[in-house]
């Protein structure tokens, strides 16, 4: 079973910031594409952002310009700057790898709440 750790999430006004973070296992995480997901009550699972081991990123268009994903290799760790957060960015926030060829792991999920 492969452990995903994430943190930051939390509480915070509208036009705040928060910064996730997920750390992975050494074994996988130089391999893997890592990802941030979101799910808000009643709605399905969504991609947030994307970074693959070479750097490639990819993003939601709702999150485009607010939202960074990074990853620091050293650290087996990825990051998700959230800055200009609005309300319907409220979500449990999950950490995803995609390991190849055929493995994807989950975190446990961290809760974002952005208040008006």
């Known amino acids: 079973q492969v452990l995903l750790v994430e943190s930051g999430g939390g509480l915070v006004q509208a036009g705040g910031s928060l910064r996730l973070s997920c750390a992975a296992p050494?074994?996988?995480?130089?391999?893997?594409?890592m990802g941030w997901y979101r799910q808000a009550p009643g709605n399905h699972r969504e991609l947030v952002a994307t970074?693959?081991?070479?750097?490639?990123?990819n993003y939601a268009d709702s999150v485009k310009t607010r939202f960074t994903i990074s990853r620091d290799n050293a650290k087996n760790t990825v990051y998700l700057q959230m800055n200009s957060l609005k309300p319907e960015d409220t979500a449990v926030y999950y950490c995803?790898?995609?390991?190849?060829?055929?493995?994807?792991?989950w975190g446990q999920g961290t809760q974002v709440t952005v208040s008006s």
């Open positions: 050494g074994s996988i995480f130089n391999i893997a594409a």
């Open positions: 995803n790898a995609d390991v190849p060829p055929r493995l994807n792991y």
């Open positions: 970074i693959t081991s070479d750097y490639s990123t």
